[in-house]
């Protein structure tokens, strides 16, 4: 089993020492993004201590896009987890050459990610029951498009419910403890102060600032800028395809 970890800032390098893989970068939001110059300062690390360097990027608009345009321009040969299909297209044209390997990223995935989806457990059949378990990588075709186009990777969150591992023709990772549940481009962090709720100004004030949303009628939901996450820290008993485990040692940026 590969041990992983994901990492966001440079700062953070000194917990890399007891993986084998290291992911850096952003999932979530184009605005936190790391600079070139940061990822380039990691994956020269990384790579110097004999460690698989894998670049995660986020859902984008065009100014995203131009942003990690620059990105993948000054780095090559690493896995990139895509979580806009915008971005594996641009890789694909104008980057085949560079020894990119896409990794579809866990935004993509389409798993059933709901907070109460626990709630159904007694009240549904087994089989209504396993849909829930269940992502693009359950169906058989959609897994023969992603070989198709060479994406040979998924990643996946370690939902309550459990998750369906089965399909064997592609690689899984698999993240802990915290599991993504959603996310927006309207960030409440950014919009602190602001009399208008939408899209405005970033300062990164996400930053050092988590809130909890309590509800007796769901686990505890961590609000982290613009997504949100439940803590899962019990992995599941069968595998299945994932042949990778990824640490993440804080609520990811």
């Not at 939408?198 to 009628?217: H, T, Y």
């Not at 939901?221 to 485990?245: A, M, S």
Request: glycine share 8%; with cysteine.
């Amino acid at each position: 089993m590969n041990k992983a970890i994901v990492i966001n800032r440079t700062n953070q390098l000194d917990l890399i020492e007891d993986y084998d893989t290291v992911y850096f970068g952003c999932e979530f939001c184009e605005r936190l993004l790391p600079s070139k110059q940061d990822f380039l300062t990691v994956k020269e690390f990384v790579e110097n201590k004999g460690k698989k360097f894998c670049l995660l990027s986020p859902y984008v608009t065009n100014r995203g896009v131009d942003n990690l345009r620059i990105i993948l321009g000054a780095i090559g040969d690493c896995e990139v987890i895509f979580n806009d299909w915008g971005v594996f297209w641009m890789i694909k044209k104008d980057f085949s050459a560079r020894g990119f390997s896409p990794v579809i990223g866990r935004l993509l995935v389409k798993q059933k990610r709901g907070p109460r989806i626990l709630d159904y457990k007694d009240k549904i059949s087994l089989e209504a029951y396993e849909h829930f378990r269940r992502s693009i990588i359950s169906n058989p075709n959609m897994v023969d498009y992603l070989v198709e186009l060479g994406i040979i990777r998924a990643e996946f969150d370690n939902l309550l419910q459990g998750v369906d591992l089965k399909v064997n023709k592609i690689k899984g990772s698999l993240y802990y403890p915290y599991l993504y549940v959603t996310s927006t481009r309207m960030c409440l962090i950014a919009n602190m102060g602001h009399s208008e709720i939408g899209v405005v100004g970033c300062n990164r004030q996400c930053r050092g600032k988590l809130f909890c949303l309590k509800s007796d009628a769901m686990p505890d939901i961590l609000l982290r800028g613009n997504t949100q996450f439940i803590k899962n820290e019990i992995l599941p008993k069968e595998l299945g395809i994932v042949d990778r485990l990824v640490f993440e040692p804080e609520i990811p940026y």
